[in-house]
């Protein structure tokens, strides 16, 4: 099993910036990709952003392209979000996500095989 735990959300206002983090413990050895989703009041969960766990290539869903920026720290177990510019659409409950079965060409890249508790991000207007 892998456990993962976000941080970081809080409430800033329209083109502020926040950085959330997730850190996978457990067996993280099993991961192949990790990323973030996100599940606005009365929507359904969307896709944001994934990184694979060895390797370069990110993915964004299209309305944070340029804005938002998925990093991992290996030797820290750690993913971080970067969200600039963000906007009051942005509000939302993030969730950290991980898969340890690769979903080759699949889009987006990463279903979710764990997940953590979710952190709030708030744009105020």
């Given at each position: 099993q892998?456990?993962?735990?976000?941080?970081?959300?809080?409430?800033?206002?329209?083109?502020g910036?926040?950085?959330?983090?997730?850190?996978?413990?457990?067996?993280?050895?099993?991961?192949?990709?990790?990323?973030?989703?996100?599940?606005?009041?009365?929507?359904?969960?969307?896709?944001?952003?994934?990184?694979?766990?060895?390797?370069?290539?990110?993915?964004?869903?299209?309305?944070?392209?340029?804005?938002?920026?998925?990093?991992?720290?290996?030797?820290?177990?750690?993913?971080?979000?970067?969200?600039?510019?963000?906007?009051?659409?942005?509000?939302?409950?993030?969730?950290c996500?991980?898969?340890?079965?690769?979903?080759?060409?699949?889009?987006?890249?990463?279903?979710?095989?764990?997940?953590?508790?979710?952190?709030?991000?708030?744009?105020?207007?």
């Open positions: 892998v456990q993962l735990v976000e941080s970081g959300g809080g409430l800033v206002q329209a083109g910036s926040l950085r959330l983090s997730c850190v996978a413990s457990g067996r993280t050895f099993s991961i192949v990709y990790m990323g973030w989703f996100r599940q606005a009041q009365g929507k359904e969960r969307e896709f944001v952003a994934a990184v694979p766990w060895s390797g370069s290539t990110t993915r964004y869903v299209d309305s944070v392209k340029g804005r938002f920026t998925i990093s991992r720290d290996r030797a820290r177990n750690t993913v971080y979000l970067q969200m600039n510019s963000l906007k009051p659409e942005d509000t939302a409950i993030y969730y996500a991980a898969d340890r079965v690769p979903r080759l060409g699949a889009d987006p890249p990463i279903s979710g095989d764990y997940w953590g508790q979710g952190t709030q991000v708030t744009v105020s207007s």
